[in-house]
C-alpha cells in the first residue's frame, strides 16, 4: 500500500513524521508525494494558534474531499488536545495523540484488520517518554530527539497541554544512537526536543549539562549542535561545557520572545531583560564570535508602539545573528486568548514587517565579521558547480565544487558576501 504524509508545525513534528515514514517504509508501505496515487494519508497536525487547529482541519477535509475512500490518518497536537473536533469537523478513520506515533505500523495494520474507527490518545500528563530513533543515513546532518513536554506554561502557548510534562529519554539510549548514526557517515548530531534544556529535569542526579559532557567524550563527533535551549537553563555547568568543548558548535539559539519587561512579565516569561543580557554578555566572554539566533513574538496584547520599538532597542543592543519572528496568534484555552489589549491583524503584519528587516541588517553586519577569514564547512549539496553547506556557526558557505566534496569537512577563506551566502575560495 502507498501512503502520503503531510507535516505540520514544528521541528519536533518534522522529526516525528520523518520517524513514522522510516517505519512505514521498513513495513513494506511505500511512499508517495502523490495524494492521487495514495491508499493512506496521514497528516501530523499542530495546534500551537488558532490559525494553525484551523490549517490542520483543512488539510484533513481537503483530503477526504479530494479522495473520499483513502484511509485518513490524524496524529499529533491537535488530536492530543481536542480529539472531538475530528470527529464534528474532519472524517478520520485513525486519530493518534502525542504518544504512539511510533505504533503507526500497528495502528494501521489494527484499522485493515478490523475497518472500524481506531482512537489512540493517551494522557501525555501522566506518560512515560516515547523511544523514537531516526536514522538519517542519507543527510550529513542527523536529529536525535532527546526530550518531550514543558512545564513552562507561558501565558500564550498551548504546547504543555498537547504535549505534556517534561520526560526524558535515557542517557544510554541517546548514546548508542548517537554512536550509530557517527558510524554511519554522519558529521554533526543536532540535540532536539519541545524543551530541549529541561532533559533530565525529572532525574535526580543528572541534567541537560551532564548528558552533553558524556556525548562529547564519544569518539569521532564532529559537532555538536542544540536546537534551542532557554536562556534561564544556561547554568555554571552549562558554561563550562562551552568554555572547555570545542565539538559543541558556535550558535545558540535562545528566544527572547519580547524586548520589554512588561511584555515579558505578560508572557510569563522567567526572566527579564537585565538577566538575559547579562547570560548573553556571559556567553560572548567564552566564544566571541558565537551566532545568538533568536525568536520574537510581535504584537502580544497590550503591546503599544513604544514597547514594539523597545523591542527594536533590545535586539539591536544585544546583536543577534538572526531573528524568527511570530505575529502573535490567539490560541484557546491559553490566558493570553482573554486578555484585553488585542492588538489589530494590520498592525501585527506591518511589525512583523519591520522586525524581519532589522534581522536581515543584522545577518548581514554578523556575516560580514567573516569576510577574508578562514573557516571550516560541511558541504551538504551540490548544484551547477557550486557546493553548499554551513559552518558550525551556522555561515551559509558557497564555494566551487564538485559532488565528490559532499559531506566532507572543507576550509575556505571567505572573499564575499552574496546574501544569504558567504563566498568561500
Known amino acids: 500500500m502507498k501512503f502520503i504524509i503531510y507535516n505540520l508545525g514544528c521541528k519536533v513534528n518534522a522529526y516525528e513524521s520523518n520517524v513514522m515514514t522510516e517505519k ?86 489494527e484499522y485493515l484488520l478490523k475497518k472500524q474507527r481506531l482512537e489512540n490518545v493517551i494522557d501525555v500528563m501522566h506518560s512515560g517518554f516515547e523511544d523514537m530513533k531516526l536514522n538519517n543515513f542519507d543527510k550529513t546532518r542527523a536529529f536525535v530527539k532527546i526530550q518531550d513536554g514543558c512545564n513552562n506554561y507561558c501565558s500564550y502557548c498551548i504546547i504543555p497541554y498537547s504535549r505534556g510534562n517534561v520526560r526524558s529519554k535515557n542517557k544510554e539510549t541517546i548514546f548508542a544512537e548517537i554512536k550509530e548514526l557517527i558510524k554511519n557517515g554522519h558529521q554533526e548530531i543536532v540535540l532536539t526536543g519541545i524543551h530541549t534544556g529541561h532533559y533530565g529535569s525529572e532525574f535526580k542526579d543528572y541534567d541537560f549539562a551532564d548528558l552533553l559532557n558524556d556525548i562529547l567524550k564519544i569518539k569521532g563527533l564532529l559537532r555538536l549542535r542544540i536546537s534551542s535551549i532557554e536562556i534561564v537553563e544556561l547554568n555554571d555547568k552549562f558554561m563550562d561545557v562551552l568554555r572547555n568543548s570545542k565539538v559543541l558548535v558556535d550558535h545558540l539559539h535562545i528566544p527572547l520572545q519580547a524586548g520589554s519587561n512588561e511584555i515579558l512579565k505578560l508572557m510569563n516569561r522567567r526572566y527579564d531583560l537585565n538577566y538575559f543580557e547579562n547570560k548573553i554578555e556571559e556567553i560572548r566572554k567564552i566564544r566571541p564570535n558565537i551566532s545568538i539566533s533568536t525568536d520574537v513574538i510581535v504584537g502580544f496584547p497590550n503591546e503599544t508602539e513604544e514597547l514594539f520599538n523597545e523591542t527594536i532597542e533590545t535586539v539591536k543592543r544585544i546583536e543577534f545573528s538572526k ?62 558547480g557550486y557546493i553548499y553547506g554551513h559552518t558550525g556557526n551556522y555561515l551559509s558557505i558557497k564555494m566551487l565544487g564538485s559532488k565528490s566534496d559532499l559531506k ?18
Open 24 to 109: 512505514l517504509e521498513a513495513a513494506g508501505f511505500i511512499l508517495t508525494d502523490n495524494l492521487k496515487d495514495a491508499d493512506i494519508a496521514i497528516v501530523n497536525t499542530c495546534t500551537v494558534t488558532n490559525t494553525a487547529d484551523n490549517k490542520s482541519l483543512k488539510t484533513l477535509r481537503q483530503i477526504k474531499r479530494e479522495k473520499e475512500n483513502i484511509i485518513l490518518v490524524a496524529v499529533g497536537c491537535l488530536v492530543q488536545v481536542n480529539k472531538d473536533i475530528l470527529k464534528e469537523k474532519a472524517n478520520v478513520d485513525i486519530a493518534i495523540g502525542n504518544v504512539g506515533k511510533s505504533k503507526i505500523v500497528d495502528l494501521i495494520n
Open 323 to 384: 531573528i524568527h519572528v511570530f505575529p502573535y496568534s490567539r490560541r484557546k484555552g491559553t490566558k493570553a486568548d482573554l486578555m484585553d489589549g488585542q492588538v489589530d491583524e494590520s498592525v501585527k503584519k506591518e511589525r512583523s514587517r519591520i522586525l524581519v528587516n532589522v534581522s536581515k541588517e543584522l545577518e548581514i553586519n554578523y556575516m560580514n565579521k567573516f569576510i577574508d577569514s578562514e573557516v571550516e564547512f560541511i558541504p551538504e549539496t551540490y548544484k551547477d
Open 408 to 425: 566532507e569537512p572543507k576550509t575556505c577563506k571567505i572573499k564575499e558576501l552574496q546574501y544569504p551566502y558567504l563566498i568561500g575560495e
